[in-house]
């Protein structure tokens, strides 16, 4: 690769996009965003180039984050096959449409994978990584490799299960916390009262599983008997939710969801939560104490 060749292109200049190549670029990694209107793209560090069409020289990886319809994403995988021949990893960041059927339609699946980021992306340090069917070792290996050196901590998924693992993980929470409001048991402040003093910090300090091992296996066992069958396990979407959407209340995009942001200033609001974000995972990564290996078998 000579020094003008750029180790990661970016396809879609969104907040995701230019996150990305914000955590790529500052790891010293030649990137670029890919934009269909560049002249228009701001916000954007110095040292990010903004293209407006494929650079000539396949790019080591493309990170695909343009708007979740399928035919747009086949569309511009299309392209980068035609131009570069199977030279670049195309890496979708996807969270819910099929991995696998935009792998089906590749040319070149084995250098295809998905690589799911979180807002914001230059700061939260996971990254899902999953292999398809026809992904090559190589290419999980290095895009892995690739992460790290951004200064991420990828998981790696052996196949591409909808919503992979933090979204399927997430929304699982938020089904029973949703039907909790809906029922009128509690409200929204209640349940972000509860995550940001008790289940959150739990978490980021011992985990999900592992906190189990520390609270008792026999304990856990037990109630999973008595709680799991009466939990709201309906496969229908919220209602609370659904009604919401309707109404046009989508959050700090509208002014009001579950809370009302008209008087706040919502971009200060927003730089502060991430710089304590930021803060947080540096005080974590400090001080959090080594691990237990993983017990063989069930």
């Known amino acids: 690769m000579s020094d003008s060749t750029i180790a ?3 396809a879609g200049s969104g907040v995701m996009g ?32 903004i293209l407006g069409v494929l650079p000539s020289e396949a790019p080591e990886l493309i990170v695909e984050t343009i708007p979740e319809v399928m035919g747009l994403k086949l ?6 096959e035609e131009v570069y021949q199977g030279d670049s990893i195309i890496a979708s960041n996807t969270s819910s449409l099929s991995l ?10 084995a250098k295809f994978c998905g690589m799911h980021y979180f807002h914001p992306a230059d700061v939260t340090p996971i990254v899902e990584v999953a292999a398809v069917a026809q992904s090559d070792d190589a290419t999980i290996q290095k895009t892995l ?5 951004a200064g991420k901590q990828p998981i790696a998924l052996s196949e591409p299960v909808d919503g992979l693992l933090i979204n399927r993980l997430q929304q699982a929470i938020y089904h029973e916390a949703y039907s909790l409001i809906d029922r009128g048991i509690c409200s929204a402040e209640d349940i972000d009262l509860a995550a940001k003093q008790l289940l959150g910090p739990r978490m980021s300090v011992t985990g999900m599983i592992e906190q189990k091992d520390l609270s008792g296996l026999d304990t856990h ?20 939710v659904q009604r919401k959407y309707a109404a046009g ?3 700090t995009k509208t002014g009001t969801g579950f809370y009302d942001w008209r ?6 609001y927003r730089q502060k939560t991430d710089a304590l974000l930021t803060k947080m995972l540096q005080l974590l990564d400090d001080n959090r104490p080594p691990a237990p290996p993983a017990a063989d078998g069930d």
């Open 8 to 10: 990661v292109l970016v």
């Open 18 to 49: 230019k996150g990305i190549a914000l955590s790529f670029a500052r790891a010293g990694l030649k990137t670029a965003i890919l934009s269909r209107n560049p002249n228009v793209v701001s916000g954007v560090e110095p040292g990010i180039d």
């Open 75 to 80: 569309e511009l995988n299309a392209q980068i």
């Open 145 to 149: 490799t690739m992460l790290r050196q």
């Open 263 to 268: 008087e706040m200033d919502v971009p200060a």
């Open 221 to 240: 066992a037990l109630a999973q008997r008595e709680l799991i069958p009466i939990l709201h396990l309906s496969r229908e979407p919220s209602p609370v």
């Open 249 to 251: 209340h989508f959050g």
């Open 100 to 109: 696998q059927k935009l792998a089906n339609a590749l040319r070149f699946p």
